[in-house]
């Protein structure tokens, strides 16, 4: 039985899930084994160790909600405000639908093993950087580091939220999603600056 089988390894992520989103975030990896009819060391023996496990996990889930988010960041026709509603919309729509797997890696695993919460973090940060190049390329921040800074800002902020949220289910959605967008117009509304040359009073480049 080979440790590098993607079919098998696909196998028991699936069980995982499966376990997790039944019995919650704290769920025993015995648990996870039992569930994917094998024992623990054998369970280990596919993915190195729990921190292997972790980590296949969070490639698989991580990487499938940056994947759901990006056409809605770059979905043709739509301005930024639509586009960040758009977004901010399926990503609450997609942690609260998986809420234990959610709590599972964001809260245990990245708490039990600074190698996952160095991996998440990882993920988390490349979509920031994602986000910033789009900023700039479209030019809706004034220049290349300050669409970096709100790229990152804009992921961390709606991730925050997303976390708080999910502990406060009865806040409506909608307040939630419409918050978050008024606070990305106000940071990509044209600011305005006065020159130090002449006193002029002039507008920033962003755009929404």
Same mark, same amino acid.
């Given at each position: 039985?080979?440790?590098?089988?993607?079919?098998?390894?696909?196998?028991? @992520?699936?069980?995982?899930?499966?376990?997790?989103?039944?019995?919650?975030?704290?769920?025993?990896?015995?648990? %996870?084994?039992?569930?994917?009819?094998?024992?623990?060391?054998?369970?280990?023996?596919? +993915?190195?160790?729990?921190? $292997?496990?972790?980590?296949?996990?969070?490639?698989?889930?991580?990487?499938?909600? %940056?994947?759901?988010?990006?056409?809605?960041?770059? #979905?043709?026709?739509?301005? @930024?405000?639509?586009? #960040?509603?758009?977004? %901010?919309?399926?990503?609450?729509?997609? %942690?609260?639908?998986?809420?234990?797997?959610?709590?599972?890696?964001?809260?245990?695993?990245?708490?039990?093993?600074?190698?996952?919460?160095?991996?998440?973090?990882?993920?988390?940060?490349?979509?920031?950087?994602?986000?910033?190049?789009?900023?700039?390329?479209?030019?809706?921040?004034?220049?290349?580091?300050?669409?970096?800074?709100?790229?990152?800002? +804009?992921?961390?902020?709606?991730?925050?939220?997303?976390?708080?949220?999910?502990?406060?289910?009865?806040?409506?959605? !909608?307040?939630?999603?419409? $918050?978050? !967008?008024?606070?990305?117009?106000?940071?990509?509304?044209?600011?305005?600056?006065?020159?130090?040359?002449?006193?002029?009073?002039?507008?920033?480049? $962003?755009?929404?």
């Amino acid at each position: 039985m080979s440790g590098r089988d993607p079919d098998r390894r696909r196998a028991l @992520l699936d069980a995982a899930d499966r376990v997790i989103l039944a019995q919650g975030p704290e769920v025993s990896m015995a648990a %996870i084994a039992a569930e994917a009819g094998i024992t623990k060391p054998i369970l280990y023996r596919h +993915f190195g160790d729990k921190s $292997g496990l972790y980590q296949a996990l969070a490639d698989r889930h991580v990487r499938t909600v %940056i994947a759901r988010l990006r056409p809605e960041l770059v #979905a043709p026709g739509a301005d @930024l405000r639509g586009r #960040a509603r758009a977004t %901010i919309g399926v990503y609450l729509d997609l %942690i609260s639908a998986n809420r234990n797997l959610y709590r599972f890696l964001f809260h245990r695993a990245s708490a039990e093993d600074s190698r996952i919460r160095s991996h998440m973090t990882a993920l988390v940060r490349g979509l920031g950087e994602e986000l910033g190049g789009l900023l700039a390329g479209e030019r809706a921040a004034p220049d290349p580091v300050r669409a970096q800074v709100l790229g990152h800002a +804009f992921v961390g902020m709606v991730q925050t939220t997303g976390d708080w949220w999910l502990e406060h289910p009865e806040v409506d959605r !909608v307040q939630v999603v419409e $918050g978050l !967008v008024d606070v990305i117009a106000a940071a990509l509304a044209p600011q305005a600056a006065v020159s130090p040359r002449n006193g002029r009073v002039s507008r920033a480049a $962003g755009r929404i």
